[in-house]
């Protein structure tokens, strides 16, 4: 399992300019297997972020907390980069950059930011690039394997569920293996695949390229990719027939609207969102409402406290106890 991760950073630098990669390529191999971001900003110091903790990277590939001991990027470097990212063809990524990032194959997502252009309709590019964050996707299969039996509600069917956690503590790979376990089915548990419907606004659930996802997401699984949750649950349930629907960070309220639709048709459904803990959750506006209506009937609490994916707790989200034992 570690030598697959060493492989997909080091994959990765392919990605990069030829002498970043290089930096990135020296460094540890036991460090290499845990990196989830790398950080490259215009005159500053390359960074990664691993393990809940961000570094800074010499020209040596050593890992420092000395940001003076840093290797400082270059806009030559940083403009290489994304030269490469976007195939030497900025134009053919017109609409992922319009939305502030580029997938990668494999799943991978290059985060970017700079001078953003509007037009009438909206934002129109980014121009000036002055950082990007390529975020690994990691993909750990049968993370949810031990807290299936808490989702699943008859052989058919399951509970409404809602993943909360601060960012970068797992909850989208938690939420993408529930999605495998429910659309492949799981019979030791004797638990049929049903149809699951994924709305994936980001592309960071089943990180599609080329219209091939390229995570383990189910057998039954269909998949509207860079599409807003808003649209696409409702696209979903006229068109693809689901029993089951699944979405990352819910928002605002045209969410909710579209996520009170898929209860009305019958239509179970999976999401996440961020938070510390129930009473945040609560504050939030639409998002606080669904829950005192008990829309969500499994609560799932997640921090880093115990390394990244660590399940604080599982709440009934009828009765608001806990029910993890």
């Known amino acids: 399992m570690k ?4 492989a997909i950073f080091n994959y990765l630098l392919e990605y990069l300019d030829p002498e970043i990669s290089r930096i990135l390529y020296k460094i540890p191999d036991n460090k290499k297997a845990n990196v989830e971001e790398i950080r490259i900003r215009n005159q500053k110091p390359l960074m990664i972020l691993g393990e809940g903790k961000d570094y800074y990277v010499s020209s040596e590939g050593q890992l420092l907390k000395d940001e003076q001991e840093g290797f400082v990027v270059k806009v030559e470097q940083l403009n290489k980069t994304f030269q490469i990212i976007s195939n030497y063809s900025i134009y053919a990524f017109e609409e992922e950059i319009r939305n502030g990032f580029i997938t990668l194959r494999g799943g991978h997502r290059v985060g970017i930011a700079g001078k953003t252009v509007y037009n009438s309709r909206g ?3 980014i121009r000036n690039i002055s950082s990007l964050n390529i975020r690994i996707a990691r993909e750990k299969l049968g993370i949810s394997n031990r807290i299936m039996k808490y989702i699943i ?3 058919n069917s399951i509970y409404n569920t809602l993943i909360v956690s601060p960012p970068q503590c797992g909850k989208t ?3 993408r293996d529930i999605i495998r376990n429910i659309s492949d089915g799981i019979p030791e548990l004797n638990i049929r695949g049903m149809k699951v419907g994924v709305v994936d606004e980001r592309s960071e659930i089943a990180g599609v390229y080329n219209g091939i996802p390229q995570k383990k997401v189910g057998i039954r699984t269909d998949i509207l990719d860079a599409c807003l949750k808003s649209d696409g649950i409702i696209m979903l349930i006229r068109s693809m027939s689901p029993e089951v629907i699944a979405t990352d960070e819910l928002g605002g309220y045209e969410d909710i609207k579209a996520i ?3 209860l009305k048709a019958g239509i179970k459904l999976i999401s996440t969102v ?3 803990d129930l009473e945040d959750i609560l504050t939030k506006n639409g998002l606080g409402e669904i829950i005192e209506r008990k829309i969500f009937e499994r609560i799932i609490i997640m921090d880093n406290s115990q390394g990244v994916g660590t399940i604080c707790d599982i709440i ?10």
């Open 316 to 325: 009934d989200g009828y009765t608001f106890k806990s029910i993890l034992y």
């Open 3 to 6: 030598n697959n991760e060493i």
């Open 173 to 175: 790979t938690l939420l």
């Open 274 to 276: 961020h938070g510390e």
């Open 153 to 155: 509600k008859y052989s």
């Open 260 to 262: 009170n639709e898929a």
């Open 123 to 125: 934002v129109e590019t």
